[in-house]
T-cell receptor, first 111, second 112 residues
Framework: DSGVTQTPKHLITATGQRVTLRCSPR?????VYWYQQSLDQGLQFLIQYYNGEERAKGNILERFSAQQFPDLHSELNLSSLELGDSALYFCASSPRYTPKYFGPGTRLTVL | GQQVMQIPQYQHVQEGEDFTTYCNSS?????IQWYKQRPGGHPVFLIQLVKSGEVKKQKRLTFQFGEAKKNSSLHITATQTTDVGTYFCAGVSSFGNEKLTFGTGTRLTIIP
């Protein structure tokens, strides 16, 4: 158990819909990262927040947005969903700037 | 942008044989990390290497960071069925925003 929690575990939705994925970092960690992993693919970095502020952006689509709240939990919002958005979405946390501890992931299926 | 490649993409070995995966970055790295992801699981942090030429061991696993800090390797001696999974390296570039870029991964399967 990494100490990073993600909800929900599974999410099934339809194209065009909007969903919100939630992540709670390990206690004391200020950084939260979001990664996308498509079937049998590597991990694509989406975005990083540090203590509430956006710190780095990766290959995040304009339809996706994220934020980190004062209690340090983070949410990833995915809108106008397409079939290709089906993937595992991982959140990771760390005390500072390099991710270390990954959550169990949210499996998103877009039908 | 920074790219991190791993070879091989897949490796099937007989139980008890050794296994090595290689990681190459297009840019110099300040540090490199290795992760293991079991089928259906999440990446689990194994180790971080920081110094040029650094070698670290964890039981049957040996991790090496190249002298030029652009490549790394993971060697497993006498594989066991519990070693099954995908091994990812992930590097932090020496230039810029400390973003961690994951390699393409090597999927290891063990033939009992």
């Amino acid at each position: 158990d990494s100490g990073v929690t993600q909800t929900p575990k599974h999410l099934i939705t339809a194209t065009g819909q909007r969903v919100t994925l939630r992540c709670s970092p390990r206690s004391g960690d200020l950084s939260v990262y979001w990664y996308q992993q498509s079937l049998d693919q590597g991990l694509q970095f989406l975005i990083q927040y540090y203590n509430g502020e956006e710190r780095a952006k990766g290959n995040i689509l304009e339809r996706f947005s994220a934020q980190q709240f004062p209690d340090l939990h983070s949410e990833l919002n995915l809108s106008s969903l397409e079939l290709g958005d089906s993937a595992l979405y991982f959140c990771a946390s760390s005390p500072r700037y390099t991710p270390k501890y990954f959550g169990p992931g949210t499996r998103l299926t877009v039908l | 942008g920074q790219q991190v490649m791993q070879i091989p993409q897949y490796q099937h070995v007989q139980e008890g044989e050794d296994f090595t995966t290689y990681c190459n970055s297009s840019t110099t790295l300040s540090n490199i990390q290795w992760y293991k992801q079991r089928p259906g699981g999440h990446p689990v942090f194994l180790i971080q290497l920081v110094k040029s030429g650094e070698v670290k061991k964890q039981k049957r696993l040996t991790f090496q960071f190249g002298e030029a800090k652009k490549n790394s390797s993971l060697h497993i001696t006498a594989t066991q069925t519990t070693d099954v999974g995908t091994y990812f390296c992930a590097g932090v570039s020496s230039f810029g925003n400390e973003k961690l870029t994951f390699g393409t991964g090597t999927r290891l399967t063990i033939i009992p």
